[in-house]
C-alpha cells in the first residue's frame, strides 16, 4: 500500500542549501491518502530518500543528509537542495511560507484497523519525502531553511556524498507562530502490489445519508470539530455543486460512423482517365474475326474479313451539394468546411460504387443457385471462372462480395477450423481478414469487399449475401477529377458549394462478370 502523510514547516534562515525538519511523528492522529491514520512508535525507521515536490517523482529537488530518530517521538531529517531553478524556488518558498509542508510517502508492510476507522501502521518502509503546500500533522514541523547561493557544485557533491552535520538553528516554540491545521488527502503515487491491501484515493468520509451530514454539520458548527469540518467541506465542494467552474473539454476529433470512401467494387475494375470533352466517346468493338483453316498445296483459300463497330459509352455526372454561413465556415473548429468537404468525397464515393454495381448486375451473366456454403461457395468459383474465361477470353481476377457475403466467408470452417483464415499455409484456402477488405480466397481470386451489393441504393441490386467473379479487363471504370464551385451569395452571406465529378464505365465484354445472387 501506497501512503502519503502530510508534515508542516515552521522556521527559516539563510545559510546553506538546506531544508529541515520533523518528518514523521508517532502516536499523532493525522489524515493521510487512505484516511485517518496514526503510526505506532517504531514502525518507521530512517532512510535516504529523495526529497519531491508536490509528490511528483519526476520533480526531485533535494536528497537526505540527515535522518534520525527522535527518541520514541518523531524522526527528524535534513535535505540538501539541488542547485537548480526548482530547487532555490522551493528554498524561497520555505523561507517564505509559502510551501511550508513535509509529506511523506510509506510503502505499507503491516496494518491494523482500530474501532473509529483509523489505520494504525505497524510497519512500513519509507520511499520519498515531499515538500508540499498543505500539511495536515499540527507537531511536525521544519526546524531550519538555510540558502547559500555562492557554494559551489564541488562542495556540493561531497556534502551528499559525506554526509556532514548541517548547522541547525532551532526555533523556540514561543517565537513560531504555528500554522493553521489543514488536513489534506491525496492519491497514491504508485501502483499497489497484489499482496497488499488496496489503498483509498480519497479519504474515508463518514458522511453517506443527510443524517450523517447533518451530524457532522452541527459537529462542525457548535463543537468546533476540524475532522467534521473537513467532512462537510469535502461532501459539499463536488462537480455537481460547482458546474461553472468545471469546463468541458471539445475534442478537434470528428467521430463518422456513417460513411468512409471505400469503393470495393471499382476497384476490382481495370481503371482509366476520362476523356476530356464530350457527354459519350466510342471504344472500337471486334464483332468478327477472319477464319484460318488447313488448306491443301494450291486449293483455294476461303475469304474471310475482320468485322468491327463502336461500343458507344456514356458519361455520368455526379452532384452533390451545401449551402452554409460565412460564420460557420469562419468561425468553427474543428473545420466545419473540412468536414464537409470529406463528407461530400465519401458521398460521391458510394454513390459512384452503387452506379458501377448497378450497370454490371444488369449486364453481366448468372451462374445456376449455389447454397450459401463452403461447399456451394467453392462450386461458384469454379463455375464463374470457366464462364469467365469461356466468355472473354480472359481470366477471372477478382471476387467482389457483399459485407454479408464476408462474414460468411471469414466463418467458414472444417470441424471449427477456419478455412480461409488458416495459420498453416498449405492448409488455408486463402486468406480472409476481419481487419481488411482484400484478400484472397479459392480458386485463385482476389477478394473485394463493396458495400453497394445488397444495397438498395444501386441502380439495380441484388440480394445481401451476393458476389460477383469479374475479369478486370472486360469492364473498365473511367473518371475524371473531383471540383468544387463555390459562390458567394451576397443578400444572407451565406457560401453555396458544389462538389462533382464525371464517370463512365464500359460494358466491354459484359459477361466477363458472372454474379451468385443470394
Known amino acids: 500500500m501506497k501512503l502519503t502523510v502530510p508534515m508542516t514547516i515552521t522556521a527559516a534562515d539563510s545559510e546553506a542549501r538546506t531544508i529541515s525538519g520533523r518528518i514523521v511523528a508517532f502516536n499523532e492522529p493525522a489524515n493521510a491518502s487512505t484516511g485517518k491514520v496514526i503510526f505506532a512508535k517504531g514502525s518507521i525507521q530512517p532512510k535516504n530518500v529523495f526529497l519531491n515536490l508536490e509528490h511528483d517523482s519526476t520533480r526531485r529537488i533535494g536528497k537526505t543528509l540527515k535522518m534520525e530518530l527522535d527518541g520514541e517521538r518523531a524522526i527528524n531529517a535534513s535535505f540538501k537542495i539541488a542547485k537548480t531553478t526548482a530547487g532555490s524556488d522551493a528554498i524561497e518558498e520555505a523561507m517564505s511560507g509559502l510551501r511550508d509542508g513535509f509529506s511523506i510517502e510509506l510503502a505499507v508492510d503491516s496494518y491494523e484497523m482500530q474501532k473509529d476507522g483509523t489505520m494504525k501502521v505497524l510497519a512500513g518502509e519509507l520511499t520519498a519525502v515531499a515538500l508540499v503546500t498543505e500539511p495536515a500533522i499540527r507537531t511536525a514541523r521544519v526546524s531550519d531553511v538555510a540558502a547559500n547561493e555562492n557554494e559551489n557544485s564541488e562542495t556540493d557533491t561531497a556534502s551528499e556524498e559525506t554526509n556532514p552535520t548541517i548547522k541547525e538553528e532551532r526555533v523556540e516554540k514561543s517565537t513560531v507562530e504555528e500554522a493553521p491545521v489543514t488536513e489534506t488527502a491525496e492519491a497514491p503515487q504508485e501502483e499497489v502490489k497484489a499482496s497488499r491491501p488496496v489503498a483509498y484515493t480519497t479519504p474515508r468520509s463518514p458522511i453517506v445519508d443527510k443524517v450523517t451530514y447533518l451530524q457532522h454539520s452541527l459537529r462542525a458548527s457548535v463543537m468546533r470539530d476540524e475532522d467534521s469540518r473537513q467532512y462537510v ?20 476529433e470528428v467521430i463518422n460512423p456513417l460513411a468512409n470512401a471505400d469503393r470495393g467494387m471499382i476497384d476490382a475494375l481495370s481503371r482509366e482517365s476520362l476523356i476530356a470533352t464530350g457527354m459519350t466517346f466510342e471504344l472500337p468493338k471486334v464483332t468478327g474475326v477472319p477464319s484460318v483453316s488447313n488448306v491443301d498445296e494450291l486449293a483455294a483459300v476461303t475469304e474471310t474479313n475482320l468485322s468491327a463497330t463502336y461500343l458507344s459509352v456514356p458519361v455520368k455526372s455526379f452532384k452533390g451539394r451545401s449551402i452554409s454561413s460565412v460564420e460557420l465556415i469562419d468561425r468553427s473548429d474543428p473545420s466545419y468546411l473540412t468536414a464537409l468537404l470529406q463528407n461530400l468525397e465519401f458521398a460521391y464515393a458510394k454513390v459512384t460504387d ?10 453481366g451473366a448468372q451462374t445456376g443457385a449455389h447454397a450459401n456454403t463452403a461447399t456451394g461457395f467453392l462450386d461458384y468459383g469454379a463455375e464463374a471462372a470457366s464462364s469467365v474465361y469461356t466468355n472473354s477470353l480472359g481470366f477471372a481476377q477478382n471476387l467482389v462480395v457483399s459485407p454479408g457475403q ?23 484456402g486463402g486468406s480472409v481478414s476481419a481487419q481488411s477488405l482484400r484478400g484472397s480466397v479459392a480458386p485463385g481470386l482476389n477478394l473485394y469487399v463493396s458495400r453497394s451489393i445488397g444495397n438498395a441504393g444501386a441502380t439495380t441490386s441484388v440480394g445481401s449475401n451476393s458476389m460477383v467473379v469479374i475479369n478486370p479487363n472486360a469492364w473498365t471504370w473511367y473518371e475524371s477529377s473531383r471540383f468544387q464551385l463555390r459562390t458567394n451569395i451576397l443578400s444572407d452571406g451565406s457560401v453555396d458549394i458544389l462538389y462533382y465529378g464525371y464517370a463512365a464505365i464500359a460494358p466491354k465484354i459484359p459477361l466477363g462478370a458472372v454474379w451468385n445472387q443470394v
Not at 458546474?243 to 475534442?251: A, E, I, L, R, Y
Not at 452503387?354 to 449486364?363: C, K, L
Request: no cysteine; aromatic share 10%.
Open 406 to 428: 464476408w462474414s460468411n466467408l471469414m466463418a467458414y470452417n472444417v470441424d471449427g477450423r477456419p478455412i480461409y483464415t488458416a495459420g498453416q499455409p498449405q492448409n488455408a
Open 354 to 363: 452503387e452506379f458501377a454495381t448497378g450497370t454490371i448486375v444488369a449486364a
Open 233 to 252: 467541506m469535502a461532501a459539499d465542494n463536488s462537480t455537481s455543486t460547482a458546474p461553472g467552474m468545471v469546463p468541458t473539454f471539445q475534442s478537434r
